[in-house]
């Protein structure tokens, strides 16, 4: 299994586009997300490097597997 490691906001925004994600509204340097189902929203802030905090608590927050994540980041 591959280990995290931080990746650009553009990637990450087409991680989240491509499990069903939209993005609503744009607040300075971050993205807000959300799906039909999800209660909470995914903030993806706008930066080069996003920290690995941060994707693991937004995969937490959308019930994304790692696995998922993976499989998504690699297209």
Do not use: Q
């Not at 997300?33 to 905090?53: A, D, E, H, L, Q």
């Amino acid at each position: 299994m591959p280990t995290f490691r931080p990746v650009s906001y553009k990637d990450l925004i087409r991680v989240f586009a491509a499990d069903g994600f939209r993005c609503v509204r744009t607040e300075g340097d971050h993205m807000v997300f959300t799906k039909p189902g999800i209660t909470r929203p995914v903030v993806i802030p706008k930066y080069n490097s996003v920290p690995i905090f941060i994707i693991k608590n937004n995969l937490r927050t959308a019930g994304m597997s790692r696995e998922r994540y993976f499989e998504l980041l690699n297209k």
